[in-house]
């Protein structure tokens, strides 16, 4: 399973970074990826990083602000999100895949993080 955790309020232009603490199997053969969902929105699938070697993707809308890294010792994946803007709150969630890909289902999620980036 996966755990979510790190998120809050933060004001405008601040950064946080969330945490997704892997147990219960081997992150090293999956990719991790975020996404998230705003109330009355659709999912918006952000960052992937395949296994290793680790390659990553991002959304434009996120590109240049968030950075997805992995830690396959400590089962742990991270999201460092810079810059942050009011339309980034939403609840984050990490999610366990066979690769990186639009379509590709996934195999482990956690519950989610809010995040509310507000003034």
């Known amino acids: 399973q996966l755990e979510e955790s790190g998120g809050g309020l933060v004001e405008p232009g601040r950064s946080l970074r969330l945490s997704c603490a892997a147990s219960?199997?081997?992150?090293?053969?999956?990719?991790i990826g975020w996404f998230r969902q705003a109330p009355g929105k659709e999912r918006e699938d952000l960052s992937c990083?395949?296994?290793?070697?680790?390659?990553?993707i991002y959304a434009d809308s996120v590109k240049g602000r968030f950075t997805i890294s992995r830690d396959n010792r400590k089962k742990m994946v991270y999201l460092q999100m810079n810059n942050l803007e009011e339309e980034d709150t939403a609840t984050y969630y990490c999610?366990?895949?066979?690769?990186?890909?639009?379509?590709?289902?996934?195999?482990?999620w956690g519950q989610g993080t809010p995040v509310t980036v507000s003034s």
């Open positions: 219960g199997f081997t992150l090293d053969y999956y990719a």
């Open positions: 999610a366990a895949y066979t690769g990186c890909g639009v379509g590709i289902p996934s195999v482990y």
């Open positions: 990083i395949t296994g290793s070697p680790a390659k990553t």
